[in-house]
């Protein structure tokens, strides 16, 4: 992206990022570092997202106004953000269990400094419920959300069901879910999913440094108490809708008639899917124009 410095690296063979911008600006960079599985979201994966969220948020000064974290910029490596959990593996994921302390999307949430998403591929169920952590989020063209719980016949429990309709629009996110509607990049502007849509992923790397250094150069304790606010705000507005997923949830595996089949079937369009993105790639990469 620009000069930077590494701070940190978690999970196996470093794949998960922390660098710090040069500059003494507060611009913290996060990237997932496994584009040889698309980033995948295995159990240790998560914990290492987790881990470098936390270490970030553990930079927080007793005074607000000092800071040494200003904005933190999320991104990936390889064709894709992340395509979510391997529901092949799902055995391993329930085993290995998630805890606080591995939880990314806990992470996330309670990081007090403002979270800058590039989307520079992909980014599948529980890659897009990363995104949806983000506080502003920019794509390139590369782009694409997809939400694949009903297609694989798992249940979402990480606010996706109440954050896309409050970003998207009632219609827009039952489209989005019940079809497992691809969401392009331009669509996903269109539904205000994403604030700006880029033609190149450099492009991309070098306006979510430009947005976080305008949000540094602002008032630190604003800055937080603004992203504080809007989010306290926005859950109590769908906080029974928070309380009815974990709900529903809790019931809806008791309700399939043959769970193991169920998962068979969705492992089996999860590798369809990996597919569908290495394809998507190479006919963009052949499209006329195409970066």
């Known amino acids: 992206m620009t000069d930077q410095t590494r701070i940190a690296s978690y999970g196996d063979n470093e794949s998960v990022l922390v660098d710090e911008v040069n500059g003494g600006e507060g611009l913290f960079v996060v990237t997932m570092n496994n584009p040889q599985e698309f980033n995948v979201l295995s159990s240790g994966f998560m914990r290492a997202i987790a881990e470098a969220f936390d270490a970030i948020t553990a930079l927080r000064n007793p005074d607000p106004n000092n800071d040494r974290v200003r904005a933190v910029i999320l ?142 150069q602002n008032h630190p304790v604003m800055v937080k108490r603004y992203k504080n606010l809007l989010e306290r705000g926005a859950l109590d507005s769908y906080r029974a809708g928070l309380v009815l997923e974990e709900s529903s949830e809790k019931t809806y595996y008791d309700d399939l008639t043959d769970v193991a089949a169920t998962l068979k079937d969705g492992a089996e369009k999860f590798q369809a899917m990996l597919r569908w993105v290495a394809e998507r790639d190479s006919q963009h990469k052949r499209a006329p124009g195409a970066a």
């Open 75 to 216: 991104r990936a490596e390889g064709r894709a953000f992340t395509v979510g959990l391997d529901i092949g593996k799902l055995d391993e994921y329930l085993e290995a269990g998630i805890t606080p302390a591995s939880d990314p999307f806990r992470a996330m949430w309670e990081c007090p400094f403002p979270i800058i998403g590039a989307v520079n591929g992909p980014a599948v169920t529980g890659g897009f419920e990363i995104a949806l952590c983000c506080d502003v989020l920019l794509a390139s063209e590369r782009a694409v959300f997809m939400d694949n719980h009903a297609k694989y016949g798992v249940h979402p429990g990480r606010r996706i069901s109440q954050r896309l309709t409050q970003i998207c629009g009632m219609n827009n996110a039952k489209l989005a879910t019940m079809a497992a509607y691809p969401i392009d990049a331009h669509l996903a502007f269109n539904w205000g999913l994403v604030q700006r849509v880029f033609a190149t992923n450099e492009e991309l790397d070098c306006e979510s440094l430009n947005i976080a250094r305008l949000m540094s």
